[in-house]
């Protein structure tokens, strides 16, 4: 008399978990391929270890149904280290100066050559005569 016993997450070896993964990101089966072939019972088992183990991000639920439905791959995860964060901000500042550097040099210019100037003030001032224009 054998008795057969359901399978549980914790029969499964962490060498397993990272195969079937592996295999789920290759784009070689889907998670419900693996579940049908490797007999996982569990209907989110194969996705949770995908959101644990995989290098993929799969916590958005519909890019999980679209990868489902064999439209799409998830996203790679988007979380930067400190360090990427450090970069991409100091890229951001160099934009910005470059921005910054090329308004003054219009400024110059117009000034210069057109003999318009354009201040802080002179642009407060033409702003309050065109709103009581528009009053009157």
Excluded at 54 to 72: E, M, P, V
């Amino acid at each position: 008399m054998t008795s057969k016993t359901k399978r549980t997450q914790r029969d499964y070896s962490l060498a397993f978990k990272l195969s079937v993964v592996d295999q789920i990101e290759k784009g070689e089966m889907t998670y419900k391929q693996a579940q049908a072939r490797y007999g996982i019972q569990g209907r989110s088992t194969v996705l949770t270890w995908l959101r644990k183990h995989g290098r993929l991000n799969w916590t958005d639920s519909t890019s999980i149904n679209r990868h489902q439905r064999g439209i799409c791959m998830p996203t790679e995860k988007s979380k930067p280290t400190p360090e990427q964060r450090i970069k991409e901000l100091e890229q951001q500042l160099a934009e910005e100066k470059l921005k910054a550097q090329f308004f003054e040099g219009v400024v110059k210019v117009l000034n210069d050559d057109f003999g318009v100037s354009i201040s802080k003030k002179r642009l407060a001032i033409l702003s309050r005569k065109n709103r009581s224009k528009g009053s009157t």
